[in-house]
Every structure is written in structure tokens, then in C-alpha cells.
């Protein structure tokens, strides 16, 4: 699979199950790597990628936002193309659904955000940021930019609808003009009962001004500890200080052989690596990382093992 060049809008929409006027978590659950054919890569201007499903546990997710409220974080899995790019986190209102297709209007709109560029090609990170932008109930996340890395796509996957060409505030909803894969895209909503256009839970405290970021809002920068890292037989077992999702790679001479990514809570976790087309009496790297949901990287373990059978 090849990685997706996005030019426009980014889209998202996965639910997070929350207690009633507490903030809830929206989009994807940022498993996967960027990897998709580029749609918008080579279009003579930015297009709109606009994503109304996400796989969940086995299921898929078709919903929007599940309650009104403020965006206060912002989340992107992805990458600049050939150095940071700048995007814009922006909410979208999808509708008119049928076979492949659906229209879309552009919604509220936040403040510019900048996605570093991919240093090594092999792991990436999630990004996060603060952001204030008003959302409805059944609206969608959407990401306005270009030469942004930031769509998954798994077996012809049909998950986001394509404008060409992007949608523009003000406008009147139009139709899409194709699908493709999963945009890797998440977003805290905090409740507004007061209606002040800031979020009720970390931006009330805030001074209004004429902005939209709420720089008083208190950030996570503090990465997960991952320690007691060791491997007995094809088990890995290891110590993480908060709930993140972590990622095992496998890897020889420079190259990923096998991968696997899965969110755990706090605690002594175990895994069992992914050993499939591994061969027999090679001795291999693992490398283990954890991303939280704030985005900060643990600093990496890095085992050897043999595969023995």
C-alpha cells in the first residue's frame, strides 16, 4: 500500500462512549499508519476528503458528533510531504447518503495547525493540539490543507467521500464525486452550556479575545513510561503508566518484518508478537513505543529474539 498526499479536507467521526455533559472523544482511534494511492496528490487544487466511517472493534462507526459542544483538542496521525505542512481542523456537515456517495457543506472552522514532516519513514506519531471550534450534533471533523499524509486504506476500504473540488464556507452542500479510505483524525468535544464558544471543562477560565485558541488550556506533555520491557519465548511483557496505544515492530537489517499496534490501560500488560513470515533461526530486533492519546511518544525498548519455531 502507498501512503495518501491529502490536498483539502480531512474527515472523521467515531464516537467514544462518555458520561451524559462530560467531554467526549470523536474520530479515529489512530491504529493505523498513513498508507493509501494519493487522490488529491496530483488535482490542480486542494479537494475535500470527507470520512463518515471508522472501524471499531469489529464494527464500523457511521455516526457524527454525538452531542453539540467545542472542539478543545485536536488530533492528527499523519505527515507533511517534503516538510511540515500547515492544515486547519474544520467541522463538516455530510448528508444526503447513498450507494458511494453523499453531499457536503463546510462547517465551523479552527485555527491554523502545523504537521511535521516524516524524519525516518517508519514510525508516526500522533499530533495534538489545541484548538476552539463550535460542533452540532451529527456534524463531522474535517481538516483543511494540503500535502498532508493522513488516510489509511485497507482492501478497497470505502470510508471517506472525495470533492473535487473542495468545499468552501458559505457554500451550499454539493455531492461528492468518489470514496476512499479512513482519515486518521480525532477530537476532544467538551460540553458549552453557557454558549460562550468555549469549552465548559479546560476553556471557561480563559479570556475571550478575538481568536479562537484558547491559550490558557491546560496541555499533556508528559509522555507514557513504558519500563519492565522483556520477551520470554514469543511473549512480551512490559509496564505502562497510563492508558496509550502501543506499537511492536519487529525488524531486521533496517526493515519492519512484522508489526502490530494495540491500546492497552495502565498497568502490567502482555503481548504475543506477531511472528507470521518470520524465519526460522534469524535473530531479529523488537522495537515497542506508546502513544497516548495527547500524543506524546514514550522513548523506545528496543529486545532481540530468535525465532526458534
Known amino acids: 500500500m502507498n501512503r495518501l498526499f491529502i490536498g483539502g479536507v480531512v474527515l472523521g467521526t467515531l464516537a467514544f462512549a462518555a458520561p451524559a455533559d462530560a467531554a467526549v472523544t470523536v474520530g479515529s482511534r489512530l491504529i493505523n499508519d498513513p498508507a493509501n494511492s494519493g487522490e488529491c496528490a496530483m488535482l490542480a487544487s486542494p479537494c475535500t476528503l470527507a470520512a463518515r466511517i471508522h472501524p471499531q472493534d469489529g464494527s464500523l462507526n457511521d455516526a457524527g458528533a454525538p452531542v453539540d459542544g467545542v472542539v478543545t483538542r485536536f488530533r492528527i496521525k499523519g505527515y507533511g510531504i517534503a516538510g511540515p505542512a500547515t492544515v486547519r481542523p474544520r467541522v463538516v456537515r455530510l448528508g444526503g447518503f447513498r450507494p458511494g456517495a453523499a453531499d457536503g457543506a463546510a462547517g465551523a472552522t479552527g485555527e491554523p495547525l502545523v504537521v511535521p514532516t516524516d524524519d525516518d519513514g517508519t514510525d508516526v506519531p500522533v499530533h495534538a493540539y489545541s484548538t476552539r471550534m463550535t460542533i452540532r450534533r451529527g456534524e463531522f471533523l474535517g481538516l483543511d490543507g494540503t500535502n498532508v499524509a493522513a488516510t ?89 503508566s497510563e492508558a496509550a496505544t502501543v506499537t511492536v515492530r519487529i525488524r531486521r537489517s533496517g526493515r519492519t518484518a512484522a508489526k502490530r499496534t494495540v491500546r492497552v490501560g495502565a498497568g502490567a500488560k502482555r503481548l504475543t508478537l506477531p511472528t507470521r513470515g518470520l524465519r526460522r533461526g534469524r535473530r531479529y530486533e523488537v522495537r515497542v513505543t506508546a502513544a497516548d492519546p495527547a500524543g506524546n511518544v514514550s522513548k523506545p525498548k528496543t529486545l532481540r529474539f530468535t525465532v526458534s519455531r
Open 152 to 240: 489509511y486504506n485497507s482492501s478497497g476500504d470505502a470510508f471517506t467521500y472525495v470533492f473535487d473540488p473542495g468545499l468552501v464556507t458559505g457554500a451550499a452542500a454539493r455531492p461528492s464525486s468518489s470514496v476512499t479510505g479512513e482519515l486518521l483524525v480525532q477530537a476532544d468535544i467538551e460540553p458549552d452550556a453557557d454558549r460562550d464558544g468555549f469549552g465548559d471543562e479546560t476553556q471557561d477560565t480563559c479570556v475571550a479575545s478575538d481568536t479562537k485558541r484558547c491559550s490558557d488550556s491546560p496541555r499533556d506533555t508528559t509522555a507514557p513510561g513504558l519500563t519492565k520491557a522483556r520477551l520470554r519465548g514469543r511473549t512480551l511483557s512490559f509496564s505502562i
